[in-house]
Nanobody, 125 residues
Framework: QVQLVESGGGLVQAGGSLRLSCAAS????????MGWFLQAPGKEREFVAA????????YYGDSVKGRFTISRDNAKNTVYLQMNNLKPEDTAVYYC??????????????????WGQGTQVTISS
């Protein structure tokens, strides 16, 4: 059983930056394709970014492309989401997820096997 714990959320002004972390335990992290999703109040969960097992391949949602960067450190069992030029519409709970299958880019939340509890990100205008 894989456990995922997100951290790094908070309140920042528009234009600012945050770095989210997701620490994994209980499994073989380097064999997991990792993703970040967000969910704003009253809205469906939305794909943010995903990264392959090796870290060499990344994927981004259209709304964050060019502003967010996903990365991973397999030695530390951690995946990161660097968020720059934040906008009020980025306000949401951000979730880390892991999947053990390698097929697909990881844009669909139902492909993931494990989820963290989420961390709140609030951007003030």
């Amino acid at each position: 059983q894989v456990q995922l714990v997100e951290s790094g959320g908070g309140l920042v002004q528009a234009g600012g930056s945050l770095r989210l972390s997701c620490a994994a335990s209980g499994g073989t992290f380097s064999r997991s394709h990792m993703g970040w999703f967000l969910q704003a109040p009253g809205k469906e969960r939305e794909f943010v970014a995903a990264i392959s097992r090796s870290g060499y391949t990344t994927y981004y949602g259209d709304s964050v492309k060019g502003r967010f960067t996903i990365s991973r450190d397999n030695a530390k069992n951690t995946v990161y989401l660097q968020m720059n030029n934040l906008k009020p519409e980025d306000t949401a709970v951000y979730y880390c997820a892991a999947k053990n299958t390698i097929a697909g880019e990881g844009r669909r939340d139902y492909d993931y096997d494990y989820w963290g509890q989420g961390t709140q990100v609030t951007i003030s205008s």
